[in-house]
């Protein structure tokens, strides 16, 4: 299960702010932040969403390299979320 610390590691390494992360997530961003710094909890299935799309995040990031990511363009990240997930960057990753 995704505890407060991993899931700020987590963050931290994607480099995405709190507010494009709650967005994405579709939960509040105060809610999440009281997450991330350890002074609530969020509910059990929002911290398995959250660990899935930090996954979904990484990935997207691997698929991006060595282009950076603008994830205050929440619409796009979605977006480029739903076509990895269809595998249209998997072609790419093969080709390069």
Known sequence: MLNN???RMKQTIIGIPTASLAAILGVNPNRVS?????????????????????????RLVDCAKPWPINWRDVELIKELLRRMKLGEFDRVKESS
Request: hydrophobic share 50%; proline share 0%; aromatic share 8%.
């Open 5 to 7: 610390q991993i899931a």
């Open 34 to 58: 009281l997450f991330v710094n350890g002074t609530k909890q969020l509910s059990n299935v929002e911290i398995v969403k959250l660990d899935a799309l930090f996954d979904d995040l990484t």
